[in-house]
């Protein structure tokens, strides 16, 4: 089961167009009830199955009503229900080769019709903002192996040299559905290189996004007039960071 009251954002701003600088003391708590089917599988030593079923169902879930020029006011809905799919699987094609991925389905849908201003949100309508899927996968290369560690989360030493690919469905910008942003893919690069030092490790690392400069929307700002924002053009990061473990 969950809870969650609204914050100060949510509270900050009241009325519709434009939302006024008053407190809104009509917001509710949200609550919900949430159920996980899970199974985690390890077929080998050297590969990782996850994935998870899932459903929420939300009473007074807190939505946007309108947003103008930054200020957004928020009301609350009647129910809503999410309900998903979770995959991950990473394995070591090689020892110096790691593939990972995981993805993500979900259907986020407004199940009860309720009032938002002068419009009326029927039942069915998807929750804007939350992309219809999401996925995400990686090729590495490590120039001393990952010494049988599939998950990224255990960080190899020396060069790391990686090709990722990100997929995300569709936005929603408002509660109707009459304004939609396209889902989008791109193709990301990193090079990283760790070197120990004592008890810690210095990384340095670096990675160019979006390598073939592919013009998309990267969010949305629900119930705003103008609701689409662009995701940056290819471009690229680099970073040096130091790690000191306290475990002997």
Same mark, same amino acid.
């Given at each position: 089961r969950g809870f969650k009251s609204p914050s100060i954002a949510e509270t900050s701003y009241s009325g519709l167009a434009p939302p006024a600088p008053t407190f809104n003391t009509t917001l509710r708590a949200a609550t919900s009830r949430? $159920?996980? =089917?899970?199974?985690?599988? &390890?077929? *080998?030593?050297?590969?990782?199955?996850?994935?998870?079923l899932y459903r929420i169902d939300t009473d007074n879930e807190i939505v946007t009503l309108v947003s103008v020029n930054g200020n957004t006011s928020y009301i609350n809905s009647a129910k809503t229900r999410r309900e998903g799919l979770e995959i991950y699987y990473a394995t070591l094609l090689s020892q110096r080769v790691r593939l990972q991925a995981a993805g993500n389905y979900i259907s986020a849908a407004y199940s009860d019709a309720f009032q938002s201003g002068a419009d009326t949100i029927n039942d069915g309508r998807k929750i804007p903002g939350i992309p219809q899927h999401f +996925?995400?996968?990686? @090729?590495?290369?490590?120039? +001393?192996?990952?010494?049988?560690?599939?998950?990224? %989360? !255990?960080?190899?030493?020396? =060069? /790391?040299? #990686?090709?990722?690919? +990100?997929? #995300?469905?569709? @936005?929603?910008? !408002?509660? @109707?559905? *009459? %304004?939609?942003?396209?889902?989008?893919?791109?193709?990301?690069? &990193?090079?990283? $290189?760790?070197?120990?030092?004592? %008890?810690? &490790?210095?990384?340095?690392? @670096?990675? +160019? !996004?979006?390598?073939?400069?592919?013009?998309?929307?990267? #969010?949305?700002?629900?119930? #705003?007039? /103008?609701?689409?924002?662009?995701?940056?053009?290819? !471009?690229?990061?680099?970073?040096?960071?130091y790690a000191l473990s306290f475990q002997r």
């Open positions: 949430h $159920y996980e =089917l899970g199974l985690k599988y &390890r077929p *080998t030593k050297a590969s990782i199955f996850d994935v998870a +996925v995400f996968a990686e @090729l590495a290369w490590n120039s +001393v192996g990952f010494a049988d560690q599939p998950r990224s %989360r !255990n960080r190899p030493k020396g =060069l /790391t040299i #990686s090709a990722e690919m +990100v997929s #995300s469905g569709k @936005l929603y910008a !408002n509660d @109707l559905n *009459t %304004r939609v942003a396209d889902g989008y893919d791109i193709a990301n690069l &990193r090079a990283a $290189y760790a070197w120990p030092i004592g %008890r810690g &490790r210095l990384l340095a690392d @670096l990675r +160019v !996004n979006n390598l073939f400069d592919k013009k998309y929307v990267g #969010s949305v700002i629900v119930a #705003s007039a /103008t609701p689409y924002e662009p995701a940056p053009d290819r !471009n690229w990061m680099a970073g040096l960071r």
